[in-house]
Every structure is written in structure tokens, then in C-alpha cells.
């Protein structure tokens, strides 16, 4: 108990005085999160709109498919997108094995399935409301589209922030694209292993409580703005 209560004082000290490798870390893996969500919502919810406004064969099976996605292991994403960026890969020649590049796409790849997720479900019940609205109107359906995602815009955020969450925190994929090299590739839960693994608890305990408030914080939020939306 007085080794953890030890390293507890040395972890909130870091936090405290404001650690640079400590910074470099939280700074780093918030570029990287932030960037792949970001990119997943531009990607996902146009997806996700689609899927409610687009009637086509085996659309029950894509809808399926992409629920399925938001279970997938992380180390396996990891291990695909590893094997694509490697050297001998399909996309070898860019070079963005061991980069935070690399990272940034396996989030993506993560991140993707629950805004498609998300936003499906959020722009059907619209389409409901609205569809014989839009098809009077004689919208097409990327205009339908557009239409529900504005009206969306609080179901929006709520699906960038549950995406947030679940990149910030993940841990399998991007050790294995990423490699976690100090001052490139090192983000808070790949530091985090690393420096538990090593037996330095100060650093690794100043990472974990900022990364458990970061993902309360947006879980919360995320859970609030779901929970306003509803009632709208």
C-alpha cells in the first residue's frame, strides 16, 4: 500500500508540474485521436445517413455488417493494417509504418463503425419524420442527406465524442502499426503498458488518471447530449 500511495504522490506531482515527456505524450495522443475522429465522422455519418435514407438489395446486410465492425478486435485491425503498410504491403511506398500516420488510420478504422452506427440510427428516425417531406420536395437523397445531418447536428457531436472515446482509449491496434517510439509514436495507453511493464508506476499512474477523466468526461457528455437529443 505505501508503494502505490508512493507513486500515486509521484504521478500527481508529474501532473502537476506539468512533466514534459508527460505533455509531449497527452499532446501527441489528442493530435492523433482527434485527427481519426474527425476523419471517421467525415467518412461515417454521410455513411450512416445514407444507410437510413437508400433502399437497396442486401442494405439489411450492410447495416448488419457495420454493427458487427464495432465489436472487431483492435490487435486484428492492428495486424491488417499493419500487414497493408508494410514494405512488401499494397501501400508499402508511403512510408507510414511506426508513424503516427499509421495510427491515425487504424483509429479510423475503429472509429468509422460507430459513427456509421450512430448516425443510422439517429437519421432513420428522421427519415421517418421527414422522407415524404423530402421526396414532395423532390430532394434528391445527398440533399435528404445533408438535410437530416443538420438536423442531426446534437446526434452528431454525441457519435464524434463516443468516436473520440474509444480512439483516445484504445491500445491494441495502434501498438502494433505505431510501435510506440518515444517522442513519435508514444500515446497515453501505449506508454501506459510500456511503463507499467517496466515498473515505473509515476509515470504510468499520470497517464492513467488523466486518461480515465479525459474518457469520463467525454463518455458523459456524450451520454447527456444522447439522452437531450432523445428528447427532442
Known sequence: MGDFQQAFSAAFRLIVSGDPELLAIVVLSLRVSLTATCIALVIGAPLGALLAVARFPGRMGVVVFVNAMLGLPPVVVGLAIYLLLSHSGLFGALGWLFTPAAMI????????????????????????????????????????????????????????????????????????????????????????????????????????????????????????????????
Open 105 to 232: 488510420v487504424a483509429q479510423v478504422c475503429l472509429a468509422t463503425p460507430i459513427i456509421v452506427s450512430l448516425v443510422h440510427r439517429l437519421t432513420e428516425g428522421f427519415w421517418k419524420d421527414y422522407g415524404d417531406e423530402f421526396r414532395i420536395a423532390g430532394a434528391t437523397k445527398w440533399q435528404a442527406i445533408r438535410e437530416l445531418l443538420i438536423i442531426g447536428k446534437a446526434g452528431l457531436l454525441t457519435a464524434f465524442l463516443f468516436a473520440f472515446g474509444r480512439a483516445i482509449s484504445e491500445v491494441g491496434a495502434i501498438i502494433v502499426v505505431g510501435g510506440n517510439i518515444r517522442g513519435v509514436t508514444r500515446t497515453m495507453t501505449t506508454a501506459i503498458a510500456l511503463e507499467t511493464s517496466k515498473g515505473e508506476l509515476a509515470l504510468a499512474l499520470g497517464l492513467g488518471i488523466i486518461l480515465v477523466t479525459l474518457s469520463i468526461a467525454v463518455s458523459t457528455t456524450g451520454f447527456i447530449l444522447l439522452r437531450l437529443s432523445g428528447r427532442d
